[in-house]
């Protein structure tokens, strides 16, 4: 076999417009980390490792066969709930919560698992009621998404409840839950937000009245929030130029690595950098639309949306809650910002979309 042979078959269940998209995006991680390290290549060094990796396990779930990530959706549920059980019994205490599972090799965090189970698990489940759909089986549907989500409410970690259960309710709307039913439901969200209020946690409900007025605790709990507003507005059109942020490197900006990065990149490329980067965003979202819309499955079609849309739902949710239009819920930008857990699992969804649109072809429609 020659070597353009090889080539040809490493790359053959790769997507390669979608792949340069998030090529483009994490080189942009890399040139932010870069600069929110004060220079350093630590954490961008790091990165590459995260990526690497990531980049591996993409490879091997795009090269999947289509029938085998059905077989995987109930054994990966399987896993991540009695995971999440276990934390909830077992794991290790961080910082106030209760997220982490010691398995003496590692340490894994079953939520982050959890994020491409559960539209793997509802895909699954409606694709094998595909004739006969009824309210029922949106019901049943529902259940497999609330069961995991309670369990992460109670860690807390009210961010990655809310991207788990955005990517669930996506496929209960490609699946076809009418207007009404979903009308029906955002009432009765409405009607019980009292008792949902009651439920948060103390720092959970001063994150949301933060967002109405941070200035009232502005060296306190309105402080992330302030600090981003005031590093995402001083960009300007153009921004400050390449590592001259002064709220990054002035020490002001807090978690700029993670959740806040995109801070730094706006006081850095300012306006203009930010309507390029949504750009990149736009165009890896645009991808998987049309993954989704050439899907040759029920299946395929419900996980390629649902992949699509929570990528979209990471990135709204990230930039909204640094300009202040949205409350601090610690959800990092994806593909941006630093960490191996959720880069691991976004290029994971993306393995995914890969598989569909390149496996398409030997599946009957």
Not at 45 to 67: D, F, G, R, Y
Not at 304 to 318: E, P, R
Not at 319 to 338: A, K, N, Q, R, T
Request: charged residues 10%.
């Amino acid at each position: 076999m020659t070597r353009r042979q090889l080539w040809q078959r490493f790359i053959a269940h790769l997507d390669l417009p979608l792949l340069l998209g998030i090529g483009l995006l994490m080189t942009v991680s890399l040139l932010v980390l870069h600069s929110a390290d004060n220079g350093g290549w630590g954490q961008p060094l790091k990165q590459m490792l995260n990526i690497a990796v990531a980049l591996t396990c993409m490879w091997l779930v795009a090269n999947l066969p289509l029938h085998y990530l059905m077989r995987t959706a109930v054994p990966i549920y399987i896993i991540g709930m009695v995971l999440l059980v276990c934390v909830a019994l077992f794991g290790e205490i961080s910082h106030g919560a209760r997220r982490w599972l010691n398995l003496g090799v590692i340490t894994v965090q079953p939520s982050e698992l959890m994020k491409i189970g559960i539209p793997l698990m509802m895909a699954w489940y409606f694709e094998k009621h595909e004739a006969t759909l009824t309210l029922k089986n949106y019901f049943v549907a529902a259940l497999l998404l609330l069961m995991p989500v309670v369990l992460i409410v109670r860690q807390p970690d009210l961010g990655t409840a809310i991207l788990i259960s955005a990517s669930g309710f996506y496929v209960l709307f490609l699946a076809g839950l009418s207007w009404r039913v979903m009308g029906a439901m955002f009432v009765a969200a409405l009607a019980s937000a009292p008792v949902l209020w009651s439920m948060l946690h103390d720092y959970q409900r001063h994150r949301i009245l933060m967002l109405f007025d941070p200035s009232q605790d502005a060296l306190g709990k309105g402080y992330h929030t302030i600090q981003g507003m005031i590093a995402v507005g001083s960009g300007g059109i153009l921004g400050k130029g390449y590592m001259d942020g002064t709220q990054t490197h002035l020490d002001f900006l807090p978690e700029r690595t993670t959740d806040f990065i995109f801070a730094v990149y706006s006081e850095e490329f300012g306006l203009l950098g930010n309507l390029i980067l949504l750009g990149l965003y736009l165009f890896v979202i645009g991808r998987g639309f049309i993954i989704t819309a050439n899907a040759s499955t029920y299946f395929t079609r419900l996980m390629a949306g649902s992949i699509t849309l929570t990528f979209a739902t990471y990135a709204f949710v990230n930039m909204g809650m640094v300009s202040g239009i949205l409350p601090v819920v610690g959800v990092p930008l994806p593909l941006i910002s630093y960490g191996g857990t959720s880069m691991l699992t976004l290029l994971l969804g993306f393995g995914m979309l890969m598989s569909i649109e390149t496996h398409k072809k030997l599946v009957k429609t």
